[in-house]
């Protein structure tokens, strides 16, 4: 009689083709789904496990994500997320490319992790063009064929630069395309839409982009899915009228499920498995809500040997203690069951540790001098809190003895330090909405071009905000009151942590607090502060050039006309 590695029997198995559950047996050979049947007594096995209550179904696919969001290193995320029931994502490394370009998306690509770890190649590197911003890295078209032949390459990263995308002029990112056209004819190719309809919406998908995952409305998704464009949902675009609408209109087969940014302390909590239930929560049928987040993601990124419970396809996996709750029990990678791991730590080149290169500022830099007389009527960028959208709004301050008086005025300073040693640009923004006690935030986890950051109210405190930051080699610091009051280090790049990523949860955790003590108020504080300086995110945000207006791509000075 022929034998099995692991037989499952009596289990509630999720069938993808129905979209339903039926108790069914389960056989797995050699880490594949061998044979499903409803009483398997044909195969012999020394390890079958009792199902019975028990629901079974496929592991869970993320497809447009960044492990750099998480602050972490592939193997530190692949231990944390396999917990959650996560079998699979497909990452995109535009951060660590912005710092350290092709060398740094190799590194990472080479890791050895137990989490099938997908990539695609970034785009948009930098985000908008070297006009606008200085990153430590570029992805130009020689690089991307190059990527290309990685058989680890699923997808053409986030397109974000829709200026350039619809342009009649050759550019970088239509070169880009072209060649993924060429050369890899149905590679996929995301999107990066916000706030984009109409003519404009036409304009990028005719250029070859079908899919979005940006923050999404009722309208925006009925618009995108009906004029052909693929959907991937995050947290942030997941409420009751939002679902409503792909449950009303029956667009399961159009959208995915994805985390986008999940920060290293919030990913202890859940992953994928937590975007899912809170769907569930809202809605959407659990039958259908497990499809967006296994097989449509795998049908989209062509990865036809997974994303279901079905013969010849690999054997990840997940069993359910409680369907509604998505309780997990176990997960099993590749037919046997995750136990965790010891995860050695990664190695990288001594260069990646040394890429903060910027001057340490003086206490003058935080001076906002002017030749104007009296008052001046400034342009300030104002926070949105419940989104990481920003919008420009004027406030009048006073001058006294040519310089503006911002320091008592509600507002907040930023100052962006180009920090690669290649310009030493110096730039200036006053933001509202932002910290309203005494005390300086500071960061190189900026995105996307990762120049070092420092915001606050008081310049004692910002001084030693910035002067940490480059003595760490990169991370997240919180002054006050001359102190340091909390700090995580991300020694590699300026942007992710080599180290354990529950002490360095435990960190976040403590910048988060922080930045609440000083008066940050935000449903994601750490992410709204990091893309202040995102030049292709709405309405208006600060590079290492200056303050851009995103749409047009125009330069917007600190002091109105």
Same mark, same amino acid.
């Given at each position: 009689?022929?034998?099995?590695?692991?037989?499952?029997?009596?289990?509630?198995?999720?069938?993808?083709?129905?979209?339903?559950?039926?108790?069914?047996?389960?056989?797995?050979?050699?880490?594949?789904?061998?044979?499903?049947?409803?009483?398997?007594?044909?195969?012999?096995?020394?390890?079958?496990?009792?199902?019975?209550?028990?629901?079974?179904?496929?592991?869970?696919?993320?497809?447009?994500?960044?492990?750099?969001?998480?602050?972490?290193?592939?193997?530190?995320?692949?231990?944390?997320?396999?917990?959650?029931?996560?079998?699979?994502?497909?990452?995109?490394?535009?951060?660590?490319?912005?710092?350290?370009?092709?060398?740094?998306?190799?590194?990472?690509?080479?890791?050895?992790?137990?989490?099938?770890?997908?990539?695609?190649?970034?785009?948009?590197?930098?985000?908008?063009?070297?006009?606008?911003?200085?990153?430590?890295?570029?992805?130009?078209?020689?690089?991307?064929?190059?990527?290309?032949?990685?058989?680890?390459?699923?997808?053409?990263?986030?397109?974000?630069?829709?200026?350039?995308?619809?342009?009649?002029?050759?550019?970088?990112?239509?070169?880009?395309?072209?060649?993924?056209?060429?050369?890899?004819?149905?590679?996929?190719?995301?999107?990066?839409?916000?706030?984009?309809?109409?003519?404009?919406?036409?304009?990028?998908?005719?250029?070859?982009?079908?899919?979005?995952?940006?923050?999404?409305?009722?309208?925006?998704?009925?618009?995108?899915?009906?004029?052909?464009?693929?959907?991937?949902?995050?947290?942030?675009?997941?409420?009751?009228?939002?679902?409503?609408?792909?449950?009303?209109?029956?667009?399961?087969?159009?959208?995915?499920?994805?985390?986008?940014?999940?920060?290293?302390?919030?990913?202890?909590?859940?992953?994928?498995?937590?975007?899912?239930?809170?769907?569930?929560?809202?809605?959407?049928?659990?039958?259908?809500?497990?499809?967006?987040?296994?097989?449509?993601?795998?049908?989209?990124?062509?990865?036809?040997?997974?994303?279901?419970?079905?013969?010849?396809?690999?054997?990840?996996?997940?069993?359910?203690?409680?369907?509604?709750?998505?309780?997990?029990?176990?997960?099993?990678?590749?037919?046997?069951?995750?136990?965790?791991?010891?995860?050695?730590?990664?190695?990288?080149?001594?260069?990646?540790?040394?890429? $903060?290169?910027?001057?340490?500022?003086?206490? *003058?830099?935080?001076? !906002?001098?002017? #030749?104007? +007389? %009296?008052?001046? @009527?400034?342009?300030?960028?104002?926070?949105?809190?419940?989104?990481?959208?920003?919008?420009?709004?004027?406030?009048?301050?006073?001058?006294?003895?040519?310089?503006?008086?911002?320091?008592?005025?509600?507002?907040?300073?930023?100052?962006?330090?180009?920090?690669?040693?290649?310009?030493?640009?110096?730039?200036?923004?006053?933001?509202?909405?932002?910290?309203?006690?005494?005390?300086?935030?500071?960061?190189?986890?900026?995105?996307?071009?990762?120049?070092?950051?420092?915001?606050?109210?008081?310049?004692?405190?910002?001084?030693?905000?910035?002067?940490?930051?480059?003595?760490?080699?990169?991370?997240?610091?919180?002054?006050?009151?001359?102190?340091?009051?909390?700090?995580?280090?991300?020694? $590699?790049?300026?942007?992710?942590?080599?180290? *354990?990523?529950?002490? !360095?949860?435990? #960190?976040? +955790? %403590?910048?988060? @607090?922080?930045?609440?003590?000083?008066?940050?108020?935000?449903?994601?504080?750490?992410?709204?502060?990091?893309?202040?300086?995102?030049?292709?995110?709405?309405?208006?945000?600060?590079?290492?050039?200056?303050?851009?207006?995103?749409?047009?791509?125009?330069?917007?000075?600190?002091?109105?006309?």
């Amino acid at each position: 009689m022929e034998y099995v590695d692991l037989i499952l029997k009596n289990g509630n198995v999720y069938n993808t083709f129905l979209q339903k559950f039926e108790i069914k047996d389960v056989a797995i050979l050699n880490g594949k789904f061998y044979y499903i049947s409803n009483n398997i007594n044909e195969l012999k096995c020394n390890n079958i496990i009792n199902c019975k209550n028990k629901y079974i179904i496929p592991g869970f696919i993320d497809i447009h994500m960044h492990i750099e969001s998480s602050m972490t290193v592939p193997s530190q995320f692949s231990k944390m997320v396999l917990s959650h029931g996560v079998t699979t994502v497909v990452a995109d490394p535009h951060e660590i490319a912005n710092v350290l370009g092709i060398d740094g998306i190799n590194h990472f690509i080479s890791s050895d992790t137990t989490l099938d770890i997908f990539y695609g190649i970034p785009s948009s590197v930098p985000s908008t063009n070297s006009n606008l911003e200085t990153t430590g890295g570029k992805i130009e078209e020689n690089d991307v064929l190059e990527l290309l032949k990685n058989p680890k390459i699923m997808c053409l990263g986030e397109v974000m630069n829709f200026k350039d995308l619809i342009c009649k002029n050759d550019t970088l990112i239509k070169n880009i395309i072209k060649l993924c056209k060429e050369n890899k004819p149905y590679l996929p190719i995301e999107g990066h839409c916000p706030k984009i309809s109409g003519l404009d919406l036409a304009k990028f998908i005719y250029a070859g982009v079908d899919a979005d995952h940006t923050q999404q409305t009722p309208e925006s998704i009925y618009e995108k899915i009906t004029n052909g464009m693929f959907l991937e949902i995050q947290k942030k675009s997941i409420n009751k009228d939002t679902i409503k609408t792909l449950v009303d209109n029956n667009f399961y087969e159009y959208f995915a499920f994805v985390t986008d940014d999940v920060m290293a302390d919030h990913l202890k909590d859940g992953h994928l498995n937590k975007i899912v239930k809170i769907a569930i929560d809202l809605g959407m049928p659990i039958n259908k809500a497990i499809y967006c987040a296994t097989y449509t993601p795998a049908r989209r990124m062509n990865l036809i040997d997974r994303g279901t419970i079905s013969v010849g396809k690999i054997a990840d996996f997940i069993i359910l203690d409680d369907l509604q709750n998505l309780k997990i029990k176990d997960v099993y990678k590749n037919g046997k069951l995750y136990k965790g791991e010891n995860i050695k730590k990664e190695k990288f080149p001594l260069h990646f540790y040394n890429t $903060v290169k910027c001057n340490k500022a003086t206490i *003058d830099d935080f001076n !906002l001098k002017t #030749n104007k +007389k %009296d008052s001046v @009527k400034c342009n300030v960028i104002k926070i949105d809190k419940n989104s990481t959208f920003t919008k420009k709004i004027t406030k009048t301050l006073p001058i006294i003895n040519g310089e503006i008086q911002w320091e008592n005025s509600g507002l907040a300073l930023l100052v962006v330090y180009e920090r690669y040693g290649k310009t030493n640009n110096k730039t200036y923004a006053l933001v509202d909405g932002a910290i309203n006690k005494k005390g300086a935030i500071a960061t190189t986890w900026a995105h996307d071009h990762h120049n070092l950051m420092v915001m606050g109210t008081k310049k004692e405190d910002m001084l030693l905000a910035q002067h940490n930051i480059i003595d760490m080699q990169g991370g997240y610091i919180v002054c006050s009151n001359n102190k340091i009051i909390a700090k995580a280090v991300l020694n $590699v790049g300026g942007i992710v942590n080599d180290g *354990d990523i529950n002490i !360095l949860a435990q #960190n976040i +955790k %403590d910048i988060r @607090k922080a930045m609440n003590n000083l008066g940050y108020e935000h449903i994601n504080e750490i992410m709204s502060f990091s893309t202040l300086s995102l030049p292709v995110s709405p309405e208006i945000k600060i590079t290492d050039k200056g303050i851009i207006y995103t749409k047009t791509q125009q330069f917007i000075n600190l002091e109105g006309e």
